[in-house]
Protein backbone atom coordinates (compact mmCIF):
# COMPACT_ATOMS: atom_id res chain seq x y z
CA UNK A 1 0.00 0.00 0.00
CA UNK A 2 2.94 2.27 0.70
CA UNK A 3 3.83 1.66 -2.57
CA UNK A 4 0.85 3.01 -4.08
CA UNK A 5 0.33 5.64 -1.62
CA UNK A 6 3.46 7.40 -3.32
CA UNK A 7 1.36 7.76 -6.47
CA UNK A 8 -1.27 9.43 -4.74
CA UNK A 9 -1.18 13.19 -4.70
CA UNK A 10 -2.21 14.22 -0.78
CA UNK A 11 -3.21 17.82 -0.41
CA UNK A 12 -3.68 19.87 2.51
CA UNK A 13 -6.51 22.04 2.37
CA UNK A 14 -9.17 23.84 4.43
CA UNK A 15 -12.05 22.68 1.84
CA UNK A 16 -12.37 19.73 3.80
CA UNK A 17 -13.26 19.19 7.74
CA UNK A 18 -11.58 15.83 8.23
CA UNK A 19 -10.43 14.33 5.02
CA UNK A 20 -11.82 13.30 1.61
CA UNK A 21 -10.66 11.44 -1.81
CA UNK A 22 -12.16 12.20 -5.54
CA UNK A 23 -10.75 9.07 -6.49
CA UNK A 24 -7.67 10.50 -8.02
CA UNK A 25 -6.18 12.55 -4.98
CA UNK A 26 -6.48 12.61 -1.03
CA UNK A 27 -7.34 15.29 0.46
CA UNK A 28 -6.96 16.04 4.06
CA UNK A 29 -7.50 19.36 6.21
CA UNK A 30 -5.05 21.34 7.69
CA UNK A 31 -6.48 21.89 10.89
CA UNK A 32 -6.90 18.29 10.97
CA UNK A 33 -4.29 16.48 10.51
CA UNK A 34 -2.27 18.99 12.91
CA UNK A 35 -4.11 17.37 15.60
CA UNK A 36 -3.44 13.52 14.87
CA UNK A 37 -0.62 11.63 15.54
CA UNK A 38 1.62 9.12 13.12
CA UNK A 39 -0.84 5.77 14.25
CA UNK A 40 -3.86 8.06 13.14
CA UNK A 41 -2.15 9.95 10.34
CA UNK A 42 -1.47 6.48 8.76
CA UNK A 43 -4.54 5.36 9.28
CA UNK A 44 -6.61 7.93 7.70
CA UNK A 45 -3.97 7.64 5.03
CA UNK A 46 -4.87 4.01 4.83
CA UNK A 47 -8.64 5.00 4.57
CA UNK A 48 -8.34 7.36 1.76
CA UNK A 49 -6.32 4.94 -0.42
CA UNK A 50 -8.27 2.28 0.09
CA UNK A 51 -11.15 4.00 -1.33
CA UNK A 52 -9.03 4.78 -4.96
CA UNK A 53 -7.85 1.68 -5.24
CA UNK A 54 -11.54 0.03 -4.68
CA UNK A 55 -12.83 2.51 -7.14
CA UNK A 56 -15.25 3.75 -4.34
CA UNK A 57 -16.33 7.09 -5.79
CA UNK A 58 -16.98 6.05 -8.89
CA UNK A 59 -19.25 3.47 -7.69
CA UNK A 60 -21.61 5.64 -5.81
CA UNK A 61 -24.04 6.36 -9.00
CA UNK A 62 -27.54 5.77 -8.68
CA UNK A 63 -27.23 4.95 -4.69
CA UNK A 64 -28.24 7.07 -1.39
CA UNK A 65 -24.49 9.08 -1.03
CA UNK A 66 -24.85 9.33 2.67
CA UNK A 67 -26.02 5.32 3.13
CA UNK A 68 -23.15 4.53 0.52
CA UNK A 69 -20.19 6.48 2.20
CA UNK A 70 -21.01 4.51 5.10
CA UNK A 71 -21.20 1.17 3.41
CA UNK A 72 -17.56 2.26 1.68
CA UNK A 73 -16.66 3.20 5.10
CA UNK A 74 -17.65 -0.29 6.98
CA UNK A 75 -15.57 -1.76 3.67
CA UNK A 76 -12.22 0.10 4.17
CA UNK A 77 -12.10 0.34 7.69
CA UNK A 78 -12.85 -3.85 8.35
CA UNK A 79 -10.11 -4.08 6.06
CA UNK A 80 -7.96 -1.55 7.64
CA UNK A 81 -8.11 -3.49 10.64
CA UNK A 82 -7.68 -7.00 9.66
CA UNK A 83 -4.16 -6.07 8.72
CA UNK A 84 -4.14 -5.00 12.39
CA UNK A 85 -4.12 -1.47 12.07
CA UNK A 86 -5.79 0.63 15.02
CA UNK A 87 -7.50 3.44 14.57
CA UNK A 88 -6.93 5.32 18.10
CA UNK A 89 -9.55 7.80 19.02
CA UNK A 90 -10.65 8.23 15.69
CA UNK A 91 -14.26 6.21 16.02
CA UNK A 92 -14.54 5.27 12.30
CA UNK A 93 -17.80 3.38 11.44
CA UNK A 94 -16.80 -0.31 11.67
CA UNK A 95 -19.47 -2.70 14.42
CA UNK A 96 -22.44 -0.51 14.48
CA UNK A 97 -23.89 -2.95 11.86
CA UNK A 98 -23.80 -6.56 12.14
CA UNK A 99 -22.15 -6.97 8.71
CA UNK A 100 -18.34 -7.58 7.58
CA UNK A 101 -16.73 -5.66 5.38
CA UNK A 102 -13.99 -7.49 4.77
CA UNK A 103 -15.98 -10.72 2.96
CA UNK A 104 -18.72 -8.17 1.13
CA UNK A 105 -18.76 -5.20 -0.98
CA UNK A 106 -19.62 -2.05 -0.35
CA UNK A 107 -22.94 -2.55 -2.29
CA UNK A 108 -24.00 -5.59 -0.62
CA UNK A 109 -23.37 -4.22 2.76
CA UNK A 110 -25.69 -1.31 1.22
CA UNK A 111 -28.28 -3.19 0.55
CA UNK A 112 -27.98 -4.84 4.29
CA UNK A 113 -28.09 -1.05 5.83
CA UNK A 114 -30.33 1.09 3.73
CA UNK A 115 -33.19 0.31 6.14
CA UNK A 116 -30.78 0.52 9.57
CA UNK A 117 -29.59 3.96 8.72
CA UNK A 118 -29.16 6.56 11.85
CA UNK A 119 -27.28 9.45 11.84
CA UNK A 120 -23.77 8.14 12.49
CA UNK A 121 -20.37 10.20 12.00
CA UNK A 122 -18.38 9.56 9.74
CA UNK A 123 -14.42 10.24 9.23
CA UNK A 124 -14.39 11.62 5.83
CA UNK A 125 -16.51 12.43 2.28
CA UNK A 126 -16.71 10.88 -0.93
CA UNK A 127 -19.55 13.87 -1.81
CA UNK A 128 -16.74 16.34 -2.51
CA UNK A 129 -15.24 17.68 -5.67
CA UNK A 130 -18.79 16.94 -7.28
CA UNK A 131 -18.84 13.57 -6.82
CA UNK A 132 -22.60 12.36 -6.06
Known amino acids: MGYVLQNIKILITYNVKTAATDGEQIYISSIFINNLNQEKIIFILLHELLHIVLY ?7 YNTKIYNYAHDIVVNDIIKSYCYKEGTLSPITKLFDIDGTINTAEEIYDFIKDKIIDI ?12
Open 56 to 62: HPSRANN
Open 121 to 132: KILDSHIHFGIK
